[in-house]
């Protein structure tokens, strides 16, 4: 069984599972982005409802040299985009162990990075998660996976004993719920410590989907974050129903972040 003891053999193992998977045309354009450096994490912080102190950055995967298109725009093949995921969390990582090494831990702030539950699942992603898990253990503390699944599940159960494995390690797990959605009260399932929101308040339609969702998260108790907040209007109709954590363009801008690739040159501080 492979062993990824390092960042270096991490990245290794990521540079070969995205190289083996380009099928469509854009995999192989975003796998010559991958190996220009090109891919990188846009970091937009998540604030406290109430206070608006930030409390966790939520890292996304922007391509382009300023970081200007979200790399999920491309039609892109099921496999690759498994591996973007990952490659997410790998950078996610990286970046968390270069601010173990420079900063006092109380200094630096726990990052969400979507992932979906069939990145997980795959047997190549389980096996990048599993690796990191049993060898990064230190860095994975201050991760918070955001898992994206598609509700009704059929079969959940390899799925929850992977999101246990990972409640062990990670600073939390939170599972992402979008409006309109069937039996998203499945969520349950996996104890999730908070629940993102992908939904709109914009108009009617939007507001009568997201309540059988809202009378959930009322009635369980969950703690949940509204993501996308474009206004303070929005961002007061959010508080009013519960939210306890908020991110969105209207009071932060993602920043874009970057990381050299290994070469002979790097060194695996990092």
Known sequence: MVKLFSFQTLFQYL???????????????????????DIRHACQAIREANTGEVEFQ???????????????????SEKMAYCLDLYSLYLALRQT???????????????????????????EGKLFIEQALEHHQQTFAHIVPSIQVDFPLTSPDELQELVKQVQKTAYAVWFELYAPCDQFEQV????????????????????QAFLPIARFLR????KWVAGR?????ELNQYKLLGASYYFGY????????SFRNFSDADNDTY
């Open 15 to 37: 540079s070969d599972l995205i190289e083996n998977n380009v099928i469509t045309n854009d995999d192989a354009l975003v796998f010559e982005a991958f190996k220009h450096n």
């Open 58 to 76: 939520h890292l996304t995967l922007r391509f382009g040299s300023h970081g200007e298109q979200s790399v999920y725009q491309f039609q892109l």
């Open 97 to 123: 162990k270069f601010q173990l090494e420079t900063f006092h831990p109380d200094l630096i702030s726990n990052v969400v990075v979507p992932i979906k539950g069939e990145t997980i699942l795959w047997p």
């Open 188 to 207: 349950a399932l996996f104890k999730p410590d908070m629940i993102k929101l992908a939904v709109s308040l914009e108009n009617k339609e939007d507001r």
């Open 219 to 222: 009635q369980s108790r969950y």
């Open 229 to 233: 907040v474009s206004s303070k209007i």
């Open 250 to 257: 209207f009071s932060d801008i993602p920043m874009s972040m």
